[in-house]
């Protein structure tokens, strides 16, 4: 069974520019906002010290105002490592056209030591659930 988390994400006037296209520099935002949603849903706040360290954006469909009010995160991880892991998130419209797709590395960050830390046994369980290779997940048209 594939899984993958997925959630809706509100776009907003503000994110365009005066042609109704979706400015590139809220893509960064939907991201964002759809990792907060996965970390809420499965630890119940935003505890958990994963930071963004790299971010690679591929934009595949113009996405519009306000033809796409809603667009779809969906989310899985590609690799799990001893404290990063590397999250593919590809936004979808409504219908199932891809728009864009971002390959995200976060670290579990330890604040106290300034440092990389092990990605916690709890975490990590979460994290296995939702890890797959390229080929097994539905990208939608």
């Known amino acids: 069974m594939v899984m993958f988390y997925e959630s809706t994400i ?3 006037f503000r994110d365009t520019d005066m ?3 979706v400015n590139n520099a809220s893509y960064a935002t939907f991201m964002e906002e759809a990792r907060i949603q996965f970390i809420e849903e499965h630890f119940g706040s ?5 930071i963004l360290a790299s971010a690679a954006y591929k934009f595949v469909s ?3 105002f306000p ?3 809603d667009i779809i995160s969906r989310m899985w991880v590609r690799k799990l490592g001893h404290s990063s892991a590397e999250l593919v998130t590809h936004l979808l419209a409504i219908d199932g056209t891809r728009l864009c797709e971002c390959v ?3 670290v579990h960050f330890d604040y106290q030591a300034q440092k990389a830390a092990r990605i916690p ?3 990590r369980q979460v994290l296995e659930r939702y890890l797959h290779s390229e080929g097994e997940v539905p990208y939608g048209k």
Request: a positive charge.
């Open 67 to 69: 033809e796409h009010r």
């Open 19 to 21: 042609y109704g296209h």
């Open 10 to 12: 509100r776009v907003r």
């Open 62 to 64: 113009q996405t519009k």
């Open 46 to 50: 935003f505890s958990i010290p994963l």
């Open 121 to 123: 046994d709890d975490v």
């Open 104 to 106: 995200l590395t976060v």
